[in-house]
């Protein structure tokens, strides 16, 4: 069964950094797949945070954590990585990677219903 599993999240202070993982259960639920996280903020919608092509030689961030994280993936560990530095209040919330797929990169990355597959999440919570 195909399925998607987040680690790493954590309490953390302000500046501390944090790695997210998101391990696929099967090569054939990852290698061929762009992927992505998002979080979901207390009162707020699901929103994207960045995402990778299935080479992992194109990536996309939004413009609130552009310069502080950096996705990556190991396509022969089936595992997406999410490093993410200077962690702000503002970056609580729980995280979610995601799967999808489509011929141009970045007209489906940012959508959340252009992707298939989620895994369950992981809580990042950030204090002042």
């Known amino acids: 069964q195909a399925q998607l599993v987040e680690s790493g999240g954590g309490l953390v202070q302000a500046g501390a950094s944090l790695r997210l993982s998101c391990e696929a259960s099967?090569?054939?639920?990852?290698?061929?797949?762009?992927l992505g996280w998002f979080r979901r903020a207390p009162g707020k919608e699901r929103a994207f945070v960045a995402a990778?092509?299935?080479?992992?030689?194109?990536?996309e961030y939004s413009d609130s954590v552009r310069g502080r994280f950096t996705i990556s993936r190991d396509n022969a560990k089936n595992t997406m990585y999410l490093q993410m530095n200077n962690l702000k209040p503002e970056d609580t919330a729980i995280y979610y990677c995601?799967?999808?797929?489509?011929?141009?990169?970045?007209?489906?990355?940012?959508?959340?219903?252009?992707?298939?597959?989620w895994g369950q999440g992981t809580q990042v919570t950030v204090s002042s």
């Open positions: 995601g799967r999808a797929s489509g011929a141009e990169f970045r007209r489906i990355v940012f959508t959340p219903d252009n992707y298939d597959l």
């Open positions: 099967t090569t054939r639920t990852f290698n061929p797949y762009v």
């Open positions: 990778i092509n299935s080479r992992g030689d194109n990536t």
